[in-house]
C-alpha cells in the first residue's frame, strides 16, 4: 500500500487483485471469508473465519485439520507468485502441516506465508496460521512448489475477465 499525494491510500496490483479473487472470485476462499491484509515481495498475509460448515464432524464445534491445510497451501502459493512476480502456473509438490493447537467454529485467523527460497523451478516456503485474537499458533506449514507447470496460465485469464 502506499499513500498518494492527495492522501488517499492506494493498493499495490498485487493486494487488490489478491482481494477480488479471495472475496469474489473464488467460492471456496469466500467460504472462509479470506480477506488479504498484506502482500509483498515473497510474503502474504490474510486474515479468514473458519465456520461451522468446516468443523470436523456434525455436532462438534471443532474445525477439521484439512481446512487449515487448504488455507495454508493456498497462501503459500500465493507467496511463491509474489516472489516471482509473474502469474505462472505453479503446484504443490509438497506440504507438511503441523498441527498445533485446535480451532473452534467462529474463529478468526490470520495466516502468514514467507517464500524464503528459489531453486531453479522448486520454490521454498513457510507459513503459519495463528488466532487473530490471541496469536496462538494454529499450525505451521512447509511447503515446496514446482514453477513453470502446465496449469492454467493466470495472466492469461487475468487479461480474459477484464475485455
Not at 503441523?98 to 531453479?120: M, N, W
Amino acid at each position: 500500500m502506499t499513500e498518494t499525494s492527495t492522501g488517499k491510500i492506494e493498493l499495490s496490483p498485487w493486494l487488490a487483485g489478491a482481494r477480488q479473487f479471495f472475496t469474489e472470485e473464488h467460492p471456496l476462499f469466500a467460504r472462509f471469508h479470506i480477506y488479504p491484509l498484506d502482500v509483498g515481495e515473497g510474503e502474504v498475509t490474510i486474515s479468514a473465519v473458519l465456520d461451522d460448515a468446516f468443523c470436523f464432524r456434525p455436532g462438534s464445534n471443532e474445525i477439521f485439520g484439512g481446512a487449515m491445510a487448504i488455507i495454508l497451501d493456498t497462501v503459500l502459493g500465493f507467496s511463491v507468485l509474489t516472489r516471482l512476480k509473474d502469474l505462472v502456473p505453479i503446484a504443490t509438490i509438497n506440504l507438511r502441516t503441523e498441527y498445533l493447537a485446535k480451532a473452534v467454529s467462529g474463529t478468526k485467523i490470520r495466516c502468514h506465508a514467507h517464500c524464503y527460497s528459489r531453486r531453479d523451478s522448486v520454490a521454498f516456503v513457510r507459513g503459519d496460521i495463528t488466532d487473530f485474537e490471541t496469536g496462538e499458533t494454529l499450525a505451521t506449514a512447509l511447503g515446496t512448489f514446482m514453477i513453470g507447470t502446465r496449469g492454467p496460465k493466470y495472466d492469461a485469464m487475468a487479461t480474459t475477465k477484464s475485455q
